[in-house]
């Protein structure tokens, strides 16, 4: 059973404006067509300038933001967005531990390295939009699961699942794209924004045997948080739940 995911009726009717600044021309077009068809406005800049122009013009709702542009840093412009807390998704050819550590502890809600999955990028500016706008959330519902992205509330057949903060972040990454095969390193960088080299991988296994503890039937042969051999884990929507 593949879960639902059942937006607002003002998040349904959403269109966000997104602000791409990208000085590669090719790039920008796929960056534009991609968030078109996902239903999003655009404006666009290839220069801080261009994109400061802009923002003194629109009030976008996300921004997508090169930091190699040709007249400044794409850092500076970081730091001026979230300081007027505007979402922004970093989409660089930058992708060595040290320049994504700086990227996300200047504030930028996604970090995507180039080149990129037109897909993921569109999954990654909703979800930073949804950030803005926490009423606009989303609720997944998966048998007799339901996972609450704007209250942060998990319930099990109607009662309520205590759940910590990490717990409900990985829960509700992986609930989100079901039947997708994560690996422990790709959920310490999405969940924890880390790596292995920043922290063990058995922080992951942890926080997957806690859940199973809180919501599977058996957690012994769990059917809702499968292991996938040693690839890692993937989240199959069943309804074989503690009752």
Do not use: N
Not at 19 to 30: G, I, M, N, S, Y
Not at 85 to 92: A, H, N, R, S
Request: glycine content about 6%.
């Amino acid at each position: 059973m593949t879960p639902q995911v059942e937006p607002t009726a003002e998040a349904s009717r959403s269109t966000p404006l997104v602000l791409v600044v990208e000085d590669t021309e090719p790039v920008r077009a796929l960056i534009v067509r991609t968030l078109t068809i996902d239903g999003c406005r655009i404006a666009e800049a290839s220069t801080t300038a261009e994109a400061r122009a802009q923002l003194s013009q629109h009030s976008p709702d996300v921004v997508v933001l090169d930091l190699g542009l040709p007249d400044g840093s794409g850092l500076d412009l970081l730091r001026q967005l979230v300081s007027v807390g505007v979402p922004v998704v970093v989409l660089t050819a930058l992708g060595k531990e040290v320049d994504r550590v700086r990227g996300l502890q200047l504030g930028a809600d996604e970090y995507m390295v180039k080149p990129f999955f037109p897909k993921e990028l569109a999954i990654r500016v909703r979800r930073a939009a949804a950030k803005a706008h926490p009423s606009d959330l989303p609720v997944v519902h998966s048998g007799g699961l339901t996972i609450d992205s704007g209250s942060r509330e998990v319930h099990l057949h109607g009662r309520p699942v205590a759940l910590t903060d990490r717990e409900f972040d990985l829960l509700l990454h992986m609930a989100s794209t079901p039947h997708t095969v994560f690996s422990r390193a790709d959920l310490l960088r999405d969940v924890w924004h880390s790596s292995p080299e920043w922290q063990t991988s058995a922080t992951v296994t942890e926080h997957v045997y806690r859940l199973r503890r809180k919501l599977e039937r058996d957690p012994t042969r769990p059917k809702l948080i499968v292991t996938v051999g040693q690839s890692g884990y993937r989240f199959d929507p069943l309804q074989d739940l503690v009752p």
